[in-house]
């Protein structure tokens, strides 16, 4: 069973950076999709950013695209989500995933390994 786990996060004022790391346990992650999504109170957990095992596929939302990286490194299984130009509607939930089936995917029903999520704050 993948176990996932993010660290990273915290608190940053607008137009600062984070970097988010993601953790995988219990099994190599190598060639899963792993991919990043939010959720910010209220509001429904939305699609980040999706990083293919072959790390030459990656998939952004629109709304953080030119300011978000994602990468991995499969030696460490890990992944990472660089941060910068951060604004205040990025506070959210952050949550890594993990997807066996499918080779980059920004549906949320088609990972099947969660973290429990790291908090990331921008404040204005």
């Known amino acids: 069973q993948v176990q996932l786990v993010e660290s990273g996060g915290g608190l940053v004022q607008a137009g600062g950076s984070l970097r988010l790391s993601c953790a995988a346990s219990?099994?190599?992650?190598?060639?899963?999709?792993m991919g990043w999504f939010r959720q910010a109170p209220g509001k429904e957990r939305e699609f980040v950013a999706a990083i293919g095992w072959s790390v030459s596929t990656t998939y952004y939302a629109d709304s953080v695209k030119g300011r978000f990286t994602i990468s991995r490194d499969n030696a460490k299984n890990a992944a990472y989500l660089q941060m910068i130009s951060l604004k205040p509607e990025d506070s959210a939930v952050y949550y890594c995933?993990?997807?066996?089936?499918?080779?980059?995917?920004?549906?949320?029903?088609?990972?099947?390994?969660w973290g429990q999520g790291t908090q990331v704050t921008v404040s204005s």
């Open positions: 995933a993990a997807a066996a089936t499918v080779l980059v995917s920004g549906t949320a029903s088609l990972y099947d390994y």
């Open positions: 219990g099994g190599t992650v190598s060639t899963y999709a």
